[in-house]
């Protein structure tokens, strides 16, 4: 009886078995595979300066060659956690001076070269010696060895904790041996990466076109192609998203559209991510009469930040009273403590010590570029101009240049005062001091401050590795940056992208990076 009773046993485990497996095949078989869109196209107003990563140091250039080329670093898309990309590991000294990286073997550039040390060390070299934009990031490194073909050791001048964060931004990125090292790659042509997209066409500022490479070492990306279509207002570009001309429309739209465009869930998808961009006024603290601390100090005190957040971006973005963004370690409201808000008797108050009255009226130029921050800033600049001029004391001269005008006229040291933005390079506190108030900083931004006392802050700040103790080093720049004012932070923003409903992939994180490679749409 027991023999029998066994075998009935097992039998009937081998037929539920059979009915498993039969059911899984069948469900395998009569589920078709998952297909996706071929294309999909993008809609922004934003524009492309350059795509070479030792020069690009605007949003759209970058964020262009995050989809198109690597670091030894990356982001984890959705939560800007440091993971392995091009480096598999690595190994840091206990001193914090030697980066000790295991590269990936078998990646290709979209050229058909071949990735390996010699080409991180003369990539990290080039960006270097070409001295572009973004060069001071890589000020740390002070030299670069080759071990072996797959291992690389980066040398720093002092311990730096933002390092590996560092290395995940564009100007660190690996480039094709193919690269000449003497010279920036200017448009209409672009640098060659390794990344899951490689750049087959560009017309700047009509329309540039990436494929999927086809020998991408990671994981492919599911649309083939990505045409980004520039738009000269945002206007067209809402109307075209609505109308289903465009699948994503990114940077940017109106928040008046925005809001709109939240109620039409039939029509299009918005999508709202957290924002790390801040908005700021820059000061070029050589130039006269913006040399005069109390001058940069009415102004500080003058401007009206609440109204521009509400009139101008109907609350898409808040009052920021610190270049470190809200909601990021070490953020303090120190321009707040020492100046309030639109503190109009205060002043009044710094304007008289700088030796301006009712009569003798402080004149002074604010310049803005008219696009690439969206079609709102000229909004954004008169409602400044009106804050500063409620003082009696103040007339101000609103002056628009177009985007490659304004980056050179504002590194030559032309504008006396005018607006910026920043997204981040990494996500660390001192990506939001470091360039713009620290000595070898600063003049890139045109802001040219220079301040010993503050430069030994940064550098402190930079080389300790307890998160508790930079953040008190951080409250002491922050009061330094309130009290000199080089810079006026504004706001800060949130993400939005619209899409078509039936798109998928778009991940808004802490990073600012717009990850085309992980955009589709599935199709029947």
Not at 48 to 63: F, G
Not at 124 to 136: H, K, M, S, T, V
Not at 196 to 221: C, M, N, Q, R
Not at 393 to 402: G, Q
């Amino acid at each position: 009886m027991v023999a029998k009773k066994t075998t009935l046993i097992i039998a009937a485990i081998v037929i539920v078995a059979a009915l498993v497996v039969g059911a899984v095949v069948w469900q395998y078989l009569a589920a078709p595979p998952v297909k996706y869109a071929e294309s999909l196209t993008v809609g922004t107003t934003d524009k492309i300066t350059i795509l070479d990563p030792a020069h690009a140091y605007d949003y759209l250039s970058c964020n262009v060659m995050q989809n198109t080329m690597e670091g030894l670093t990356t982001f984890e898309p959705g939560t800007g956690d440091v993971k392995p990309c091009l480096a598999e590991s690595w190994e840091i000294s206990d001193d914090g001076l030697v980066y000790t990286f295991h590269l990936r073997k078998g990646v290709k550039f979209h050229d058909g070269t071949s990735f390996n040390a010699d080409v991180v060390k003369a990539s990290l070299e080039r960006a270097i010696n070409l001295q572009g934009d973004p060069a001071f990031l890589l000020d740390v490194i002070d030299r670069v060895e080759v071990v072996d073909d797959y291992t690389v050791k980066i040398y720093l001048k002092y311990p730096f904790s933002p390092m590996l964060a560092v290395l995940a931004f564009t100007v660190s990125y690996p480039v094709s041996p193919n690269t000449p090292t003497d010279s920036f790659v200017e448009p209409p042509n672009w640098v060659v990466g390794t990344g899951p997209y490689k750049i087959a066409s560009w017309s700047p500022d009509k329309e540039l076109v990436l494929e999927a490479f086809d020998d991408y070492w990671g994981t492919p990306p599911k649309t083939k192609r990505i045409v980004i279509r520039f738009y000269e207002r945002a206007e067209t570009l809402r109307m075209d998203v609505e109308t289903g001309a465009i699948d994503v429309a990114f940077r940017h739209l109106l928040p008046a559209d925005i809001v709109d465009l939240k109620n039409k869930p039939e029509v299009v998808k918005v999508w709202e991510g957290p924002g790390t961009f801040i908005r700021y006024i820059v000061f070029n603290v050589t130039q006269p009469p913006f040399d005069n601390v109390n001058v940069r100090r009415a102004i500080a005190a003058a401007v009206n930040r609440e109204i521009i957040c509400e009139q101008v971006f109907l609350g898409t973005t808040t009052p920021l009273y610190s270049m470190i963004p809200m909601g990021m370690w070490g953020h303090t409201d120190a321009y707040k403590d020492k100046y309030g808000e639109h503190n109009i008797e205060l002043a009044k108050q710094y304007l008289q010590a700088a030796g301006y009255s009712e009569t003798n009226k402080l004149k002074i130029k604010l310049y803005y570029t008219p696009t690439h921050y969206g079609t709102m800033e000229a909004d954004v600049a008169q409602l400044i101009k009106n804050a500063l001029e409620e003082t009696g004391m103040i007339e101000v001269e609103l002056v628009y240049e177009e985007w490659a005008t304004y980056i050179d006229h504002m590194t030559a040291g032309v504008y006396g005062m005018f607006l910026l933005g920043w997204y981040p390079d990494y996500l660390d506190p001192d990506d939001y001091i470091y360039p713009f108030v620290h000595s070898s900083g600063s003049p890139s931004l045109g802001c040219f401050y220079s301040n010993p006392t503050m430069d030994k802050l940064i550098e402190d700040a930079r080389k300790e590795s307890d998160v508790s103790k930079r953040t008190e080093i951080y409250k002491d720049i922050q009061d330094l940056m309130a009290d000199e004012v080089p810079v006026l932070p504004l706001f800060q923003g949130k993400q939005y992208c619209v899409t078509k409903p039936d798109v998928k992939g778009v991940t808004l994180d802490t990073t600012m990076i717009f990850r085309y490679y992980l955009l589709y749409r599935e199709v029947s």
